[in-house]
T-cell receptor, first 115, second 111 residues
Framework: DAGVIQSPRHEVTEMGQEVTLRCKPISGHDYLFWYRQTMMRGLELLIY????????DSGMPEDRFSAKMPNASFSTLKIQPSEPRDSAVYFC?????????????FGEGSRLTVL | QKEVEQNSGPLSVPEGAIASLNCTYSDRGSQSFFWYRQYSGKSPELIMFIYSNGDKEDGRFTAQLNKASQYVSLLIRDSQPSDSATYLC???????????FGTGTRLLVSP
């Protein structure tokens, strides 16, 4: 099976532009997580979905960030307008079930640079 | 106080030595503990998880958990240069789905 697929792998944009990051979870996984990783703050959970429904978005930094999961095989994370402090690696991860041993499978990440 | 704390390192050990990586957590409701390895420029991958106090061994890796002290560690025996990576500690509360990660410890194993 293919792993978690993210696109784009790299994105360079200018401040104020809209950025859309995409994720395809592993087939059959019902949990999807969006994390952001920076050197200073490490991996931070932004939002997660269960069966396409957003469950916890308390980590979303502000209204400039939004995430959707229109179906079981696709999710987007949108930043509008983008700012230089949004520069980070954004990871999507998926998992099957809520079990305590449920392993998170990460995509390769989308490296965002906002100039 | 951060929920999960790790020394950022780098921790340098010679090949063949034991590497000891440590993690403390603040939430006493944490029940599941995970160690992920992340190579530079790559995504995290799970090495081990542990729930119960004591030790859990898997090949060259041993996870140790002390809930009273709120302390988790990872021992890597016979360290290899290929073990050089950042090791992330993560914790999870029972009934909650999110994993909270530490900022990671960078391990360097020299030949």
């Amino acid at each position: 099976d293919a792993g978690v697929i993210q696109s784009p792998r790299h994105e360079v944009t200018e401040m104020g532009q809209e950025v859309t990051l995409r994720c395809k979870p592993i087939s059959g996984h019902d949990y999807l997580f969006w994390y952001r990783q920076t050197m200073m703050r490490g991996l931070e959970l932004l939002i997660y979905f269960n069966n396409n429904v957003p469950i916890d978005d308390s980590g979303m930094p502000e209204d400039r960030f939004s995430a959707k999961m229109p179906n079981a095989s696709f999710s987007t994370l949108k930043i509008q307008p983008s700012e230089p402090r949004d520069s980070a690696v954004y990871f999507c991860a998926s998992r099957r079930g809520p079990g305590e041993a449920g392993e998170l499978f990460f995509g390769e990440g989308s490296r965002l640079t906002v100039l | 106080q951060k929920e999960v704390e790790q020394n950022s390192g780098p921790l340098s050990v010679p090949e063949g030595a034991i590497a000891s990586l440590n993690c403390t957590y603040s939430d006493r409701g944490s029940q599941s503990f995970f160690w992920y390895r992340q190579y530079s420029g790559k995504s995290p991958e799970l090495i081990m998880f542990i729930y119960s106090n004591g030790d859990k061994e898997d090949g060259r890796f041993t996870a140790q958990l002390n809930k009273a002290s709120q302390y988790v560690s990872l021992l890597i025996r016979d360290s290899q240069p290929s073990d050089s990576a950042t090791y992330l500690c993560a914790v999870k509360r029972t009934g909650f789905q999110k994993l909270v990660f530490g900022t990671g410890t960078r391990l360097l194993v020299s030949p």
